[in-house]
């Protein structure tokens, strides 16, 4: 075993697992997620609204420039104040000069208790854009679990929570089988790497999934790990 290989399994073995739970009001959303998810034990699916679930962290599916005006995007502004927008997009000019890209995400204090963090991740580029064509929404479920990783990187243990809705699956006209599918794979990528650059993880994606369109709408796929990314937990998720 290399140097490497032995701290990656002694974090495997001292990093808390992150509690997942999948929240939405629409039951079609629901069925379909407990379809793809069959096999995933430890994610937990319940109906209803993500206001509802208390954890660290809400996943909010954006548009590019951070504008919170419609969707459950536009529900949790109305929950948590304006000032989370305005968090929001500081941090998406900060990071990536005013435009956040599909296939990423920015993680940012809620300015409540329940949740500390809200993650924003666009499956779109502007508002009310129809992406039921396109792996947006793997690659923005892959990007917010990334989030995840890198805000655990940078204060251990502050995420170990999170509740995600049905991504896409409202505004974004993505049929609900086809956004189980591909929350199933941006999931499960989680398990295996943790990605340093957005770019990396959007090429992998992409790569692989160039041929789902072609599949049916629930076969499901999980991304191999590039050659020498870093494991987060590989051998236990295999």
Not at 72 to 92: F, M, N, S
Not at 138 to 148: D, R, W
Not at 174 to 199: I, K, Q
Request: proline letters at 6%; one cysteine or more; glycine letters at 6%.
């Amino acid at each position: 075993m290399t140097a490497d290989q032995a701290n990656d399994q002694a974090k495997d073995q001292t990093e808390p697992s992150l509690k997942v739970v999948l929240t939405d009001v629409n039951p079609a959303v629901v069925e379909a997620w407990r379809a793809a998810f069959a096999d995933t034990p430890e994610i937990e699916i319940r109906p209803g609204s993500i206001l509802d679930q208390e954890v660290d962290a809400w996943v909010s599916p954006t548009n590019s420039r951070g504008r919170m005006d419609g969707g459950v995007d536009a529900v949790i502004k109305r929950h948590l104040g304006a000032g989370i927008q305005l968090r929001v997009q500081r941090a998406i000019r900060s990071r990536f000069a005013g435009s956040l890209p599909v296939g990423s995400a920015v993680c940012v204090p809620s300015g409540a208790t329940n949740p500390r963090f809200l993650i924003s991740t666009p499956t779109m580029e502007a508002s009310s854009q129809d992406v039921s064509e396109t792996l947006n929404v793997a690659l923005a479920c892959a990007a917010a679990f990334q989030a995840i990783h890198r805000q655990n990187a940078a204060q251990p243990g502050s995420i170990r929570s999170v509740a995600l809705v049905g991504m896409g699956a409202r505004t974004g006209r993505v049929p609900a089988r086809v956004c189980a599918s591909l929350m199933w794979t941006g999931y499960t990528l989680f398990n295996d790497h943790c990605f340093e650059d957005d770019d990396d993880l959007r090429a992998t994606v992409l790569a692989q999934l160039e041929d789902l369109e072609q599949a049916p709408v629930e076969t499901r796929v999980r991304i191999a790990p590039p050659a020498g990314s870093r494991s987060r937990s590989a051998a236990r998720s295999r």
